[in-house]
């Protein structure tokens, strides 16, 4: 299994015939992403990928081939408007990859997906891939294999480092979803964590995080509890100066608590593998299994 993707989902693109679009339809279909529409108001009648049919709206798209998940390439400005009108479609999932989303934006967007029962993934993230079976994003495939482990990133770059070093090292990701580096997200760590919790097939779960916000708070919330699943954790910014941005609009460290130091303190005292650096995380994602290998012999 996985969590939210696998080929079982019926993909629509809006924006299909963009450049991004264009590229995604086949780039994704290639990985074995079931995709069956395009959305482009203006083109509607025509075809991208030499055979996915392109509509005027979400509504017909859905109604003519049984679409149930969306994926965004429109410009920022019209993200909101598009994403709005797959939830009311009746999409299950939705992923926008696009950064610069204005905030207020977003939390209207994240008030109508909880109301509906969507998901919603994004924004300022590469989206979500299940290896082996369906990738929603724009994030190259050969970095991933398939296995047991899930991978929660608020970095897009860092979760390809991360799962490159998982793959060579021959451990394979359940699902690696991006949460986006903004301080509002559509998918939290939290909840994230409470998919991967749910899956039978995700056995350890690695979190790569970042200085600035709270999503650590949650992870380590998670890792205390005793019937948690193992997790190892890299988090990034260690040299930061103190009130400066670094790179996403999240990572600006507002007290003590949000530096990188207090960090790998608060997750290590709550029993999570935290790796030094990016060469570590494969060892602590081995720890993380081994505890998970440990718990279920003393289960059995």
Do not use: W
């Given at each position: 299994?996985?969590?939210?993707?696998?080929?079982?989902?019926?993909?629509?693109?809006?924006?299909?015939?963009?450049?991004?679009?264009?590229?995604?339809?086949?780039?994704?279909?290639?990985?074995?992403?079931?995709?069956?529409?395009?959305?482009?108001?203006?083109?509607?009648?025509t075809t991208v990928g030499a055979d996915v049919?392109?509509?005027?709206?979400?509504?017909?798209?859905?109604?003519?081939t049984g679409a149930d998940t969306a994926i965004v390439f429109v410009p920022p400005a019209l993200v909101l408007g598009a994403?709005?009108?797959?939830?009311?479609?009746?999409c299950r999932l939705v992923v926008a990859t696009a950064d610069e989303l204005p905030?207020?934006?977003?939390?209207?967007?994240?008030?109508?997906?909880?109301?509906?029962?969507?998901?919603?993934?994004?924004?300022?993230?590469?989206?979500l891939i299940s290896p082996g079976k369906a990738k929603l994003g724009f994030m190259p495939s050969f970095c991933y294999r398939e296995g047991n482990v899930g991978v929660i990133s608020r970095s897009g770059s860092?979760?390809?480092?991360?799962?490159?070093?998982?793959?060579?090292?021959?451990?394979?990701?359940?699902?690696?979803?991006?949460?986006?580096?903004?301080?509002?997200?559509?998918?939290?760590?939290?909840?994230?964590?409470a998919l991967f919790h749910a899956d039978p097939a995700t056995t350890a779960v690695l979190y790569l995080g970042e200085i600035g916000g709270s999503e650590e708070i949650f992870v380590a919330e998670y890792a205390a509890r005793a019937d948690a699943k193992p997790?190892?954790?890299?988090?990034?910014?260690?040299?930061?100066?103190?009130?400066?941005?670094?790179?996403?609009?999240?990572?600006?460290?507002?007290?003590?608590?949000?530096?990188?130091?207090?960090?790998?303190a608060m997750l290590r005292a709550a029993g999570v593998h935290v790796a030094n650096g990016a060469g570590e995380v494969m060892a602590a994602t081995r720890q993380a299994l081994a505890n998970a290998r440990t718990a279920n012999t003393k289960d059995a």
């Open positions: 299994m996985s969590i939210l993707l696998d080929r079982n989902n019926r993909v629509l693109v809006q924006g299909a015939t963009g450049q991004m679009g264009t590229f995604f339809v086949e780039d994704a279909r290639k990985y074995g992403t079931t995709i069956v529409a395009g959305v482009s108001p203006g083109r509607e009648g049919p392109v509509f005027a709206n979400v509504r017909i798209a859905c109604a003519e994403i709005i009108e797959a939830i009311e479609a009746g905030v207020l934006d977003t939390i209207e967007i994240r008030a109508a997906a909880r109301a509906n029962g969507t998901a919603f993934v994004g924004p300022n993230s590469p989206g860092l979760s390809y480092e991360g799962a490159k070093r998982l793959t060579r090292a021959g451990i394979g990701q359940s699902t690696v979803i991006g949460i986006g580096g903004d301080p509002v997200k559509g998918t939290t760590a939290a909840e994230a964590l997790v190892a954790a890299l988090i990034v910014g260690q040299t930061a100066p103190p009130g400066k941005k670094m790179g996403h609009a999240a990572a600006l460290i507002g007290s003590k608590a949000e530096g990188h130091e207090a960090k790998i």
